[in-house]
């Protein structure tokens, strides 16, 4: 019945191209960046990048949450705290973005990658102990389309092993594991506003420090190596370099945009959440036929970051892509697995097997999805792919 529904609505949608992704304004962004150029501060440090900070220590309880440019930022203050260098070993997926490996190869450690599960596509936790050597410092969970990785079983492991966690939680803001918000699990957790993620200031980030030792290294290490936080808060009567660091703050126009956003936020994931029900429940006939996989139902722990579906091989892929394309509708892939890549031959190693990195990461296809997608639009994106089986859904 539930996909008579679908048909139908998909019947009633306009043939108009269907995008991957489209970044929305949600509320006050506008107003908000009027306000930051009206007090007359837009250098980083000001009133919306602290009200950004007590928004998120509020919602992701944090002992502090440090608003900055990129994930990638935060990934790069991160491994500074974590005090790696060369010689030393990270371990994490190879099924990740970049951003994960290249904040710690900066550093002049190794990344080691493992494999994942095949379940949610997160690092396989029963493999992460045989990849743990002398030299390992850190293990980094990337929670992947914000579903969460086995967070106990890490921390068991990561505490008896004297490693630290770092949790790259970039796809995963606002989603939760056992009721605890992603990135307030591991010792920092790192999260991204980029464009393509759930909430959004074009680019952004933040990092979320739980371990409290860490914090006043953080502030230093954000503001060029300076204690200048503490000047501002007066406490210091000058402020100088004292530390290594970056220039990892962002604008207060920035800060503006992703304030309107938090206040949001909580509808946006419910929204996205909805939309992968929809492609869920639109999608279970072909996946109960066998034609394709498609991930658990996530209830209410998950933000409907990414809606991924599986093919039995590459090819079927590439042509399930052209079919929807012929469609108008933009369906992509994810990712080059980074063992694979390059970069990651050259300044990274396996430890294990990585079938099921190497197997997933040519047959997974991610569908549109975006706030302002239409419940028909989903429908159409649905019928097109079980048209594509030469199945009536
Ligand atoms: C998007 C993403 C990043 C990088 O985020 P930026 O804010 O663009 O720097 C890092 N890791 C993962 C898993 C991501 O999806």
């Known amino acids: 019945m539930a996909n008579r529904d679908l048909a139908s609505r998909a019947e009633a949608a306009t043939a108009g191209p269907i995008p991957f992704g489209k970044p929305a304004v949600v509320g006050r962004e506008l107003e908000y960046i009027a306000e930051a150029i009206r007090n007359g501060t837009i250098a980083g440090g000001g009133p919306f990048m602290k009200r950004c900070e007590a928004w998120l ?6 002992h502090r949450a440090l608003l900055a440019h990129s994930c990638t930022a935060a990934l790069e203050m991160a491994a500074i705290l974590t005090g790696v260098g060369p010689g030393d070993e990270v371990v994490m997926p190879s099924f990740t973005f970049s951003a994960t490996a290249t904040a710690f190869v900066l550093r002049g450690a190794t990344p080691v990658f493992v494999d994942i599960r095949p379940d949610t596509l997160n690092i396989d936790e029963t493999l992460i ?4 050597g002398e030299r390992t410092r850190v293990v980094v969970p990337v ?3 914000g579903l969460a990785c086995e967070m106990d079983s890490i921390m068991e492991l990561a505490g008896r092993l004297g490693l630290l966690v770092v949790e790259d939680a970039a796809q995963a803001h606002l989603s939760h594991y056992k009721g605890r918000p992603l990135g307030t699990i591991g010792q920092l957790g790192c999260l991204s506003f980029h464009e393509t993620k759930n909430i959004i200031s074009g680019e952004g980030g933040a990092l979320l420090v739980n371990d409290p030792r860490f914090a006043d290294r953080a502030e230093v290490i954000r503001e060029k190596g300076t204690d200048r936080s503490r000047f501002f808060r007066g406490q210091v009567d000058k402020y ?3 530390d290594i660091g970056s220039s990892y703050c962002p604008g207060e126009i920035i800060s503006a945009f992703l304030y309107a956003q938090f206040e949001h936020a909580e509808a946006v994931c419910a929204r996205r959440r909805a939309l992968y029900d929809l492609y869920r429940e639109g999608l279970r006939p072909l996946a109960e036929a066998g034609d394709v996989s498609i991930p658990a139902a996530t209830g209410a722990e998950a933000n409907g970051h ?5 093919l039995e091989d590459e090819a079927t892929r590439a042509a399930l892509i052209r079919h929807l394309n012929g469609q108008r509708i933009n369906a992509v892939f994810h990712y080059v697995p980074l063992h694979s890549a390059p970069a990651g031959v050259k300044y990274g190693r396996v430890a294990g097997p990585m079938a ?3 197997s997933i990461s040519s047959r997974l296809l991610r569908l549109p999805m975006y706030l302002e997608l239409a419940d028909a639009e989903v429908a159409r994106v649905v019928a097109e792919v079980g048209r594509f089986f030469g199945r009536n859904l």
């Open 129 to 132: 102990e045989q990849a743990v």
């Open 143 to 145: 929670h992947y389309a």
């Open 57 to 62: 220590e509020q919602a992701l309880p944090s």
């Open 306 to 310: 990414i809606f991924w579906l599986l």
């Open 356 to 358: 099921v990195t190497d």
């Open 240 to 242: 100088t370099w004292q």
